[in-house]
């Protein structure tokens, strides 16, 4: 019998329902074609809802999100609402109450795409991020004395477990064993500064780096690797690193991998329900005009099928964006694409 997956999909704010669309438009053909089905269960979570109800999350949302076996997310922010609400109350919440304690994002440049990286091409450009998704700056910790005062004092502290750190690290040389490249993980640190953090990583890394002896250990301190990044991305395979470097070098990694239109991420608990979603925000000067790149989403869509097990499909759906890309799209940027965000959809769709 076919194998049936559950997918909740939470197209949130701004141009997210339009790239999620023609997500669900790829996940259908990839489904008819290689033979399973898909369910999905829509949930309405985001700025409107939290505009019309007052509420920015429902109690019980993560537990019905986690009766899924996926989670397809569009996009978290509107113009409307001050910025922190719903990043915070759905983005970041979600991801820890759901313990994805991975984001995965990958930085492959596509035949055929532009990379503001001079004399860098797709054999440069092919590696992944591992970034820690439920600790360091993000967990919260810290607070406000005196606040509005001249005496103001703001505390905002990184929080670093042993577990946390070495989990995230673990599935980092899992990671790079199974992709099979270059074979090697940089620690992206700042070990000479944070002396107490990166040294709980540091310290770590190399602990779980003996058990992978067939895997090259690097590593680069997070300035320098974004400057290695611009000069020589070559130099990469899996990154990984905490949750606030994670977000900055992984901005970098879009822009050089061809930019947000393309870029796709995963939220991963590789024991629990895992979110995809296109890195790339709400969008909302592009919203409702059919002009934004759905291809991250899709990226993101081909990743949640490689995650749910479906590797010949998620294969597919891949082969299929990088025959778009190289073969239809002018640019990756929104309204230049020769084509309006429905029409790159079918192309995906019919490539697959
Ligand atoms: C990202 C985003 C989020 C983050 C924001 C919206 C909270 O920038 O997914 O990278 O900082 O993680
Ligand atoms: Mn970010």
Known sequence: MAKTYKIAVMPGDGTGPEVVAEGVKVLDAAAAKFGFNLEYTHFDYGGDRYLRTGEVLPENAAEELSKNDAIFLGAIGHPEVKPGILEKGILLHLRFALDQYINLRPVILYPNVDTPLKDKGPEDI????????TEGLYAGAGGVLKKGTPDEVAVQESINTRKGVERCVRFAFEYARKRNKRKKVTLCGKTNVLTFAF???ERTFYEVAREYPDIETDYAHVDATCMWMVKNPEWFDVIVTDNMFGDIITDLGAMIQGGMGIAAGGNINPEGVSMFEPIGGSAPKYTGKNVINPLAAIG???????HLGETEAAAAVEQAIRYVVAEKLESLSAGKMGYGTDEVGDLVAGAV
């Open 300 to 306: 993101a869509a081909q990743m949640m099928l490689d």
């Open 199 to 201: 040294d709980l990583w």
């Open 126 to 133: 092919d590696f992944v991020v591992v970034r820690e998704n």
